[in-house]
T-cell receptor, first 115, second 111 residues
Framework: DTGVSQDPRHKITKRGQNVTFRCDPISEHNRLYWYRQTLGQGPEFLTY????????KSRLLSDRFSAERPKGSFSTLEIQRTEQGDSAMYLCASLGTGQGHHEQYFGPGTRLTVT | QKEVEQNSGPLSVPEGAIASLNCTYS??????FFWYRQYSGKSPELIMF????GDKEDGRFTAQLNKASQYVSLLIRDSQPSDSATYLCAVISPGGFKTIFGAGTRLFVKA
């Protein structure tokens, strides 16, 4: 257990529905990533926060995806109008403020199935 | 060309042997390099990081970085069946935010 938690752990939804996932990072960590991982692939970068600021977002994402980190603590990832291609594991990772240190610690993930 | 490339494997080694995992990356400006282990159905777990050219050892693990050749490797000495997993190579892009993962190499350690 890395100390990063994600909720829910599993989500089954019908195509067209909206879903929201939550990530609670390690308390003293100010940086947070969201990734998507499909079977047989490595995690794919979605977005990065430093404190409450979203500093980078993947160009691969459509406008259906949005992420927030309102108080620089927990973060949410919302997918609107889900499609079957959105079925994947959604991973959150956090890391601390140490300058020059980029070691990320992953949560257990949220597995999304779109039917 | 993929940004981070790994041989998908599977790589099969006998118990007690050295497992050698390799990774190449395309962006010469990349600064930080990581190896993660991922068991089936679980999330990635950080096992090694390396920022400078050369070798870095931690227990049974040694990471090797050659920036001139854009090559990172991971050696696992005295391999154990519990080391059987997918090993992911990850690279931080220039600018320090975006992390790019390879597709991973599956390792099987036979008892």
């Amino acid at each position: 257990d890395t100390g990063v938690s994600q909720d829910p752990r599993h989500k089954i939804t019908k195509r067209g529905q909206n879903v929201t996932f939550r990530c609670d990072p390690i308390s003293e960590h100010n940086r947070l990533y969201w990734y998507r991982q499909t079977l047989g692939q490595g995690p794919e970068f979605l977005t990065y926060f430093q404190n409450e600021a979203q500093l980078e977002k993947s160009r691969l994402l459509s406008d259906r995806f949005s992420a927030e980190r309102p108080k620089g603590s927990f973060s949410t990832l919302e997918i609107q109008r889900t499609e079957q291609g959105d079925s994947a594991m959604y991973l959150c990772a956090s890391l601390g403020t140490g300058q020059g240190h980029h070691e990320q610690y992953f949560g257990p993930g949220t597995r999304l199935t779109v039917t | 060309q993929k940004e981070v490339e790994q041989n998908s494997g599977p790589l099969s080694v006998p118990e007690g042997a050295i497992a050698s995992l390799n990774c190449t990356y395309s962006d010469r400006g990349s600064q930080s390099f990581f190896w993660y282990r991922q068991y089936s159905g679980k999330s990635p777990e950080l096992i090694m990081f390396i920022y400078s050219n050369g070798d870095k050892e931690d227990g049974r693990f040694t990471a090797q970085l050659n920036k001139a050749s854009q090559y990172v490797s991971l050696l696992i000495r005295d391999s154990q069946p519990s080391d059987s997993a997918t090993y992911l190579c990850a690279v931080i892009s220039p600018g320090g935010f975006k992390t790019i993962f390879g597709a991973g190499t599956r390792l099987f350690v036979k008892a």
